[in-house]
């Protein structure tokens, strides 16, 4: 059994962006800029942000936050996203999420531009993943291939169960697997009998929100398990695999934490760069 | 066994949707339009494009086909698509697949204005597959849904395996599935041991152009087995499932033709009636 990790390998590859941030900004005069949109102070929101803004950091990337308050209006958020829209200095931006429920997600999101969008969640960027062209892949599932791809894993020909379905990890991340030649099934609420399907898969990826979901018995041996659920128990964080008693079942696992969050945040900065790479190649 | 019949589901629907146009008419004082735009003579798109104006006609539809050179260039065929953007009298248009190899496929279908993207082949369209919402699905999956919806086929939980992964049948129609509360698998031709997979199916769609590719060996019984091949065999149309041998031990099946093909085309025409009282009701 091998570790995936997250933790280093999101490290490595953010040294090598480092240089290649440097490199680009000697030729294009400026680093690569990102901002994130934070409305309100929910605390887990403020915890990803502040894990964006190091990681800005170590890579070179200008990174700034712009806090707005819980009681924003629908519209003066659109007003705010617009202008980002046309900060020709403003390279990538993402709106964090939760926002407040009198704002309408799907419509801040598709306000987005295109070319900006490096969260990768407006319709326009689910469009080119389902119909698989390039562009802005969701940061989540984008870490997950990345990680794969680090660790030497060939999908093709593999059988891939993915559990979950939300529109940010399990829909994406089936169309990914799928666009690498894996097999995959899609398992979600209302698959009856679960492990029937985890019991084939030779990798298996999970993303529920519900602890311990995938246990040991639902586990074939020698599969890949990568595990992108983040629940607090009892002051701990825990994933959605029972950790302990998976793990020696399989050929490789991520751990959480260190397996999958460090790579979402990786991903998001490459996505950046590459936003930022596009706009001055095209200029 | 029970035939999916097609060809009788699909008159059925458009006697009901004929009426609805005829009181469209009433209140909005004209009927719903849908274009066809045609480049070039290929034989295959021209038998389709007949089917289409015969359906407009059995449902009361203003079709009208707009036929264009095979030499005709990306630009001037992109004019062509804004004044159909532009113009207020029609509701929706498609652009009849293949294109010549001069014009960039993807190029085209993005120009389709997503309110009169009827065929469902935009990038637009497929991110509100991708993410649940509504939108034009396209044609073929949306005629396999209503098929199966006709015949009462509750989806919920059972285990759908879609062979095939095209922007146009196979990945959408996985993702329709999946909306529907079915366990999906996605086949293709890097799947290592297909028959693994649809003997498990409790229904099978199949994408291909292989004929004979799902034989009574790979079928459990009971499944339902729809078949979306159109594959020409001695002057014959086939599909891609051993029809003969496998109907005896599915529940349901579409025969090839007269199954999933007559309700491609009133998918379209659903579509296009939809697309016409989406502008008419916010006018």
Known sequence: MQILDGKKTARELEKKLKEKVLLLKETYGRAPKLYVVLVGDNPASLSYVKSKEKACLRTGIE???IKLPNTISENDLLKVIKDLN????VDGFIVQLPLPKHIDENTILNAVSSFKDVDGLSL????????????FTPATPKGVMMLLEHYNIKLKGMHAVVVGRSNIVGSPMAKLLLNKDA??????RYTTELGFYTKQADIIVVATGVVNL???DMVKKGAIVVDVGINRVDGKIVGDVDYENVKEKTSFITPVPGGVGPMTISALIHNTVEA????????
Chains 1, 2 share one sequence.
């Open 214 to 216: 995938i246990t040991a």
């Open 276 to 283: 930022y790479m596009a706009k001055m190649e095209n200029k």
């Open 86 to 89: 046309n900060d020709d200095t």
């Open 63 to 65: 990174g700034k936050t």
């Open 124 to 135: 326009l960027s689910a469009g080119k993943v389902m119909n698989r062209q390039d562009g």
């Open 183 to 188: 097999t995959v099934t899609i398992c979600h």
